[in-house]
Every structure is written in structure tokens, then in C-alpha cells.
Nanobody
Framework: QVQLVESGGGLVQTGGALRLSCAAS???????????MGWYRQGPGNKRALVAH???????TYLESVKGRFTISRDNAKNTMYLQMNSLKPEDTDVYYC???????????????????WGQGTQVTVSS
């Protein structure tokens, strides 16, 4: 029932920019709280690495290699997270995954608290 819809990936040249979006929603239910959201990328060996993370209060963390170039943000009213990626480098090429730690309730009153959910991934390719 939980869905994280990602968008904004694509192909750019070195030095270009992309803006990723991730919108969380629940079919036949409602989101009560999105306590944290983050962006991960696959990396080598199929082991996902944290790129950027943001709490519901706006506290952020970044992978060292993207500091100063990437900016994570969120719109709590829309349950949406963004990743502004500037000055992109070829080493940024990867599949980027949205993750959300959220609490939600279905129509029957069943609550799922503090669970992690993943988006389908969006491809970012930086040429040169």
C-alpha cells in the first residue's frame, strides 16, 4: 500500500544538474508521520550507500563526496523529498533510491509504525 514515486533522473554532462523527487503515498490509508527520508545509490557490489538524509525536523547528513554539490530537502505537507544535484561528476552515475521511514494507517485502523520503504530507483548518468 505504501508507494514511493521517484522522478528526475536522466542523462547530463559533467558539471550539469539534476533534481530528484520522491513522493510518498498510501493507497486506501493515510500517512501519519514521515520521520526521515533519504537518498541512496547502488555503488559497487550491489551495496547501497547513503547519499543524503533528512529528518522531519530538517536535520541533514551527506556523503562526504557530495557535500557542497548536493542539497536534500523536503516538503512535509506533500510528503515529498528532493535532491538537488549540482556540479555532477561521472562518478555520480548510479541508480538512486528513495527511502522513507514512515508511520501510516489503513482504513481498518491498522497502524504500521516506523517502517522503512523504498522507491523503485531512478537512473542518473553523467557523461564524460
Amino acid at each position: 500500500q505504501v508507494q514511493l514515486v521517484e522522478s528526475g533522473g536522466g542523462l547530463v554532462q559533467t558539471g550539469g544538474a539534476l533534481r530528484l523527487s520522491c513522493a510518498a503515498s498510501v493507497a486506501f490509508g493515510s500517512i501519519l508521520r514521515v520521520s526521515a527520508m533519504g537518498w541512496y545509490r547502488q555503488g559497487p557490489g550491489n551495496k547501497r550507500a547513503l547519499v543524503a538524509h533528512i529528518t522531519d525536523e530538517g536535520s541533514t547528513t551527506y556523503l562526504e563526496s557530495v557535500k557542497g554539490r548536493f542539497t536534500i530537502s523536503r516538503d512535509n505537507a506533500k510528503n515529498t523529498m528532493y535532491l538537488q544535484m549540482n556540479s555532477l561528476k561521472p562518478e555520480d552515475t548510479d541508480v538512486y533510491y528513495c527511502n522513507a521511514h514512515l508511520t501510516w494507517m489503513d482504513r481498518m485502523g491498522t497502524m504500521e509504525a516506523g517502517k522503512d520503504y523504498w522507491g523503485q530507483g531512478t537512473q542518473v548518468t553523467v557523461s564524460s
